[in-house]
């Protein structure tokens, strides 16, 4: 089955800082991969849209200064937090959409990263 | 936009029963229905999922239904085990889109 590989697992960083997340498909092409936010006990919240070559969509809410994501290639996207605050913290997990046969719905996860801001 | 509800927050059945959880979505026009089961602190994998031009889908203990009138589906399994434990997310595709809306959660537990 698609894999999707995420870098780091963990991170832990001082307040103002920024964090790189790397979310990567390994064995297929992702022209769309989506980042999500999770807290504790709480479900997925879709942060952005990352197409591969154009700019990210953000949901509403989630400043895109703050949460900058690249979509480099057909198989990497990043996602940077920038000036990191401890209410950063959580969660984040990324996804890439696959197309199956006759559909184009799939989506793959990531193992997610855990950042914590302190 | 889409909103997805979900219902029970929290299931608890004995090993050999069945469950059921259920969700509503508001946006007519999604048309893809994927379950998700979360282990505490892993990566949500898929379970099952549906398609708008399907009512019903069945994967040895799991099955999902879905009644696109009343815009709702549900995630069924039956003879439950303890490694069935864990949280799954039910999720709508709106319109034009590939993005994952939500529900917000079960937390399914089966006890031996």
């Known amino acids: 089955g698609a894999v999707v590989s995420q870098h780091p697992s963990r991170v832990i960083c001082k307040s103002g800082t920024s964090v790189k997340i790397e979310c990567r498909s390994l064995d297929f092409q992702a022209t769309t991969m989506f980042w999500y936010r999770q807290f504790p006990k709480q479900s997925l919240m879709l942060m952005a849209t990352s197409n591969e070559g154009s700019k990210a969509t953000y949901e509403q809410g989630v400043e895109k200064d703050k949460f900058l994501i690249n979509h480099a290639s057909l198989t990497l996207s990043t996602l940077t937090v920038t000036s990191a605050h401890p209410e950063d913290s959580s969660f984040y997990i990324c996804?890439?959409?696959?197309?199956?046969?006759?559909?184009?719905?799939?989506?793959?996860f990531g193992p997610g990263t855990r950042l914590t801001v302190l | 936009g889409e909103n997805v509800e979900q219902h029970p927050s929290t299931l608890s059945v004995q090993e050999g029963d069945s469950a059921v959880i259920k969700c509503t979505y508001s946006?007519?026009?999604?048309?893809?229905f994927p379950w998700y089961k979360q282990e505490l602190g892993k990566r949500p994998q898929l379970i099952i999922d549906?398609?708008?031009?399907?009512g019903e889908k069945k994967d040895q203990r799991i099955a999902v239904t879905l009644n696109k009138t009343a815009k709702h589906f549900s995630l069924h399994i039956t003879e439950t085990q303890p490694e069935d434990s864990a949280v799954y997310f039910c999720?709508?595709?709106?319109?034009?889109?590939?993005?994952?809306?939500f529900g917000k959660g079960t937390t399914l537990s089966v006890s031996s």
């Open positions: 549906i398609r708008s031009n399907v």
């Open positions: 999720a709508a595709t709106p319109s034009g889109g590939t993005a994952l809306i």
């Open positions: 946006d007519s026009a999604s048309n893809y």
């Open positions: 996804s890439a959409h696959q197309m199956t046969s006759g559909s184009t719905d799939t989506q793959y």
